[in-house]
Every structure is written in C-alpha cells, then in structure tokens.
C-alpha cells in the first residue's frame, strides 16, 4: 500500500489555520471576522472554548472590543469531538470550527484538530504563542507546525506605543494559567518586557 493510499486526499479540502500573539493582539477579533465571513457564505460555523476560560459569560467568546459570538465550553479535546461527532449524527456536519484560547488545551487538541482537519473540516484556532513567561504555550508550538496557515498578530506595548508581541503579568500569582483581562496583563515589546520580566523571573537570583 502506497502513502497515497493510506492518506487519502481530503474530501473537501480542511486545512488548520492558526492565529497567534500576545494578550490584546487582536485573535478572538480575526477569529470571530473569519467565521462570521464564513456564515456569510453559508458555511456551518461552531466555536469552541475551553470551559476554564469563565472570564465572561460562559457560553459565549468575548474579545477585548466587545464582539462576541455563543460558543460551547467543552472540558477538553476529547469533549469538543463529541460535540462535533452529535453534530454530525444529528447530518449538522460543521464547514468551519473555531477554538478561542486553544493553548488551554491538552496537546490532544492537536490529533483532534488534525482529524477534524482529514475529514474535510476548516479548523481555526486562536491562540497565545507564549506564556507570560515567554515560554512557547503547551500545544500551540505543534499547532503551529501542523497549520497550513499561521497568522501572527502583534499588539500595542504599553510603554512604548510600539509592535507587541510578550504578554507580561501585572499582577497576581505566578501559576502557569491565570485567567485575566487588562486588569492583570499588559502586551509589551520587547524591550520593556526584557526590563521588567527577564530581569525579575531570571537574570535576579532569590537571595538578592
Ligand atoms: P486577543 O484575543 O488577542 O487577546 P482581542 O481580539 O480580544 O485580543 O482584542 C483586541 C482588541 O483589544 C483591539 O482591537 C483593541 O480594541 C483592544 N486593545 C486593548 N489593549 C490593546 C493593546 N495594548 N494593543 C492592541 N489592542 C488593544
Ligand atoms: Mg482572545
């Protein structure tokens, strides 16, 4: 058996695409704009949330300029292929699948989006690149490997007006997942992100 045969080409053609930056950097905005294009065309659109994310109301995904869109609160990725497998049981085989905040998944969310993907599905996630540490965040560095399509926005450093591409941790606790809004992050470039996390998380030992 060749590869071709055992990796038959997509029936309709999915693809992953992947948005990813900072906090403020606009993702939930673009994602929420290509699915409501997507609707436009008469596709059949659903939208995926982590259920931990409750900073808004729990069934819908809020950007930072108010948009907002219902979306399920699934627990995992295991989860969200239910809900799309009753879709499809129930001849409502989604076009277009969104997932806000997909770095809050497991890395299973990458099989998932991959099977979704081989059976003809356009997944788009929204994700955050980095921690607040400026680690790569769980699965997104193999999302981003696997996309077809990877957009990375930046957003607006606070201190200095420029490009951002760090999310920083005003405040708060030093858990690897913090839910917050403006309250508790700011975007930053690189420079001032360098001063204030770098400096304070690496460079400074405890005892100084
Ligand atoms: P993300 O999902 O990437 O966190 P959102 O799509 O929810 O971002 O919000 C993007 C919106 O946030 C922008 O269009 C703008 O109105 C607002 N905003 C607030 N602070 C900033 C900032 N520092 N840089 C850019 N946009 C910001
Ligand atoms: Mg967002």
């Known amino acids: 058996m060749t590869a071709y045969e055992r990796h038959p080409p997509h029936p309709v053609g999915g693809t992953i695409e992947v948005i990813a930056g900072p906090m403020f950097s606009g993702k939930t905005e673009e994602l929420l704009r290509r699915l409501r294009?997507?609707?436009?065309?008469?596709?059949?659109?659903?939208?995926f949330k982590p259920a931990r994310d409750n900073r808004h109301n729990t069934?819908?995904?809020?950007?930072?300029?108010?948009?907002?869109q219902n979306a399920h609160a699934v627990a995992?990725?295991?989860?969200?292929?239910?809900?799309v497998d009753q879709l499809i049981?129930?001849?409502?085989?989604?076009?277009?699948?969104?997932?806000?905040e997909v770095q809050f998944f497991d890395y299973d969310v990458v099989d998932t989006c991959n099977r979704l993907a081989d059976r003809g599905i356009r997944v788009i996630v929204a994700g955050l690149d980095l921690d607040y540490l400026g680690r790569p965040f769980g699965c997104m560095p193999l999302l981003l490997a696997h996309a077809e399509y990877v957009t990375k926005l930046d957003a607006i450093c606070s201190?200095?007006?420029?490009?951002?591409?760090?999310?920083?941790?005003v405040e708060g606790g030093s858990e690897d997942v913090q839910i917050g809004g403006a309250e508790s992050y700011q975007a930053l470039s690189r420079e001032p992100y360098n001063d204030v996390v770098v400096r304070s998380h690496h460079r400074v030992a405890p005892s100084e």
């Open 37 to 47: 294009r997507a609707t436009i065309a008469k596709q059949a659109v659903t939208l």
């Open 159 to 169: 201190i200095t007006g420029r490009p951002a591409h760090f999310s920083h941790r």
């Open 89 to 100: 049981d129930a001849d409502k085989m989604p076009d277009v699948i969104g997932i806000d």
């Open 76 to 83: 995992d990725a295991t989860a969200l292929e239910a809900v």
């Open 59 to 68: 069934t819908d995904v809020v950007s930072h300029d108010a948009r907002r």
